[in-house]
């Protein structure tokens, strides 16, 4: 549950650039998994937001690079003085949210345990996820619309700005560049180095692609179960049974045991 004042305009802004944020293992918004709790602005345009996630042990890694990651999008608001961030019930919060209020590094929040840890490769390596994952939508939403497989390989990067999903589009370009080789003329869906897809193992190039999304989705499934058993948050009516019941079926079980 996001608290925000609905009679600020200002909130909408913030929570849009908070919708780009993602969790890095899941390519979610951190705004629709539920991560944040709470957007306030006070009177010198300091922004505090509030988070959480789905365990108390949750890796630091992720927490830090979604924490950094909001801040960052917030502050691009010209209006923004200052942001604040507050980790909620995690074992690290503490570092955390010092840390990032003092403009510090990871390193300056973990010190010696941080060394040999590189965010940026990380980063790099859960975006290039990311783009398997926004290329397959893409390409199922174009297949779905009939699209041969020698149309889907000749698309350029270009001819990607005239199709009528904006938003897919979007999230696509966001992660292309990625891969290199992104000039107007280059080719709309390369592999993950920029190279050309070989129409004869465009199947196994797919194939490869739903291995990655269903590790996803399973992992976001996962972490939207324990969130929702951790806050006891009601359950969406209508819904098919979930994760949720089956954690909270879990719990009940080892509490009866």
């Keep these: 549950m996001l608290h925000a004042d609905p009679n600020d305009p200002r ?5 849009a650039r908070l919708d780009r944020v993602t969790d890095p293992e899941l390519d979610e918004s951190v705004i629709s998994l539920g991560f944040v709790t709470a957007v306030t602005i006070d009177d010198r345009s300091i922004v505090s937001i509030g988070y959480r996630l789905p365990t108390y042990w949750c890796s630091a890694n992720f927490a830090w690079i979604m924490a950094e990651d909001m801040r960052d999008a917030v502050l691009a608001l010209p209006w923004v003085a200052q942001v604040r961030l507050t980790l909620d019930e995690h074992m690290f919060a503490e570092q955390i949210n010092s840390t990032i209020a003092d403009g510090g590094s990871f390193r300056d929040a973990f ?6 840890q590189s965010l940026d490769t990380i980063r790099e390596l859960f975006a290039r996820k990311a783009f398997g994952r926004r ?10 619309a009939d699209w041969s497989t020698g149309r889907l390989l000749a698309l350029t990067m270009a001819g990607l700005h005239a199709l009528p ?30 190279g050309p897809i070989d129409p004869e193992r465009f199947g196994a190039h797919l194939s490869s692609l739903r291995t990655i999304v269903v590790n996803m989705e399973f992992n976001g499934m996962l972490c939207r179960g324990l969130l929702a058993a951790r806050y ?19 719990a009940v079980e080892h509490a009866r045991s």
């Design 135 to 144: 290329q397959l939508a893409l390409i199922e939403q174009l297949q779905r």
């Design 165 to 194: 999903w904006p938003e897919e589009v979007e999230r696509y370009l966001d992660r292309r560049s990625l891969a290199g080789n992104d000039g107007p003329d280059a080719p709309a869906f390369v592999d993950v180095n920029g």
């Design 11 to 15: 909130n909408a802004d913030i929570i």
């Design 232 to 250: 006891n948050e009601p359950e969406l009516p209508s819904r098919a049974p979930g994760l949720i019941d089956f954690v909270r079926s879990a």
């Design 111 to 116: 010190g010696a345990e941080a060394d040999g």
